[in-house]
């Protein structure tokens, strides 16, 4: 149980596109949902925090312009990566709360921008 | 002072081995402690969590909490090669956050 389902895996984008990445939480609810961003041999920084029916929390340094966050649902968030520059290329990670189970992660999408 | 400290190895241990890995942390709110393990290019998966001080088992892997240190470990037994990956500690109240994670090379 407690299955968070990222896509796409991967995906490659010309520089100026947008991208859009989808989190879904597949056998339970997530009123909050994290965003994570992870260079080569680096932790995770925590972008942003998306909340179901309201604006994401977004941290310091994050632009927000940049990355639109929509929790449009208690199974969905989304990430879109707006103009995106090779400096964007990175991987990207969500989680999700399940309760008493703890926090749950995708399997994260590697994006390069070219 | 960084909110969680962690080595970033990279550590190599023989097989069969118990290996240590420790992380140590400032902020005395933190409620919630995890252990994550990450091969590459994947996302991260969860070993343990735990919400109080003391130990707690599943199979090969304790966890070990000790909030009056501010420390947490992670021990694994009989280490396999199929254990080499980062293994990151994290901690939270109403969000992640993460140690840097330790390379762990499990040498047959």
């Known amino acids: 149980g407690a299955v968070v389902s990222q896509h796409p895996s991967r995906v490659i984008c010309k520089s100026g596109t947008s991208v859009k990445i989808e989190c879904r939480s597949l056998d339970f609810q997530a009123t909050t949902m994290f965003w994570y961003r992870q260079f080569p041999k680096k932790s995770l920084m925590l972008m942003a925090t998306?909340?179901?029916?309201?604006?994401?929390?977004?941290e310091q340094g994050v632009e927000k312009d940049k990355f639109l966050i929509n929790h449009a649902s208690l199974t969905l968030s989304t990430l879109t990566v707006t103009s995106a520059h090779p400096e964007d290329s990175s991987f990207y990670i969500c989680s999700a709360k399940a309760g008493a189970r703890g926090y749950t992660f995708g399997s994260g999408t590697r994006l390069t921008v070219v | 002072q960084k909110e969680v400290e962690q080595d970033p190895g990279p550590l190599s241990v023989p097989e069969g081995a118990i290996v240590s890995l420790n992380c140590t942390y400032s902020?005395?709110?933190?409620?919630?402690f995890m252990w994550y393990r990450q091969y590459s290019r994947k996302g991260p998966e969860l070993l343990m969590y735990?919400?109080?001080?003391g130990n707690k088992e599943d199979g090969r892997f304790t966890a070990q909490v000790d909030k009056s240190s501010k420390y947490i470990s992670l021990f694994i037994r009989d280490s396999q090669p199929s254990d080499s990956a980062t293994y990151l500690c994290?901690?939270?109240?109403?969000?992640?956050?993460f140690g840097k994670g330790t390379r762990l090379h499990i040498l047959p």
């Open positions: 902020n005395s709110a933190f409620q919630y």
């Open positions: 735990t919400y109080s001080s």
């Open positions: 994290a901690m939270s109240v109403d969000k992640i956050i």
């Open positions: 998306s909340n179901e029916g309201s604006k994401a929390t977004y």
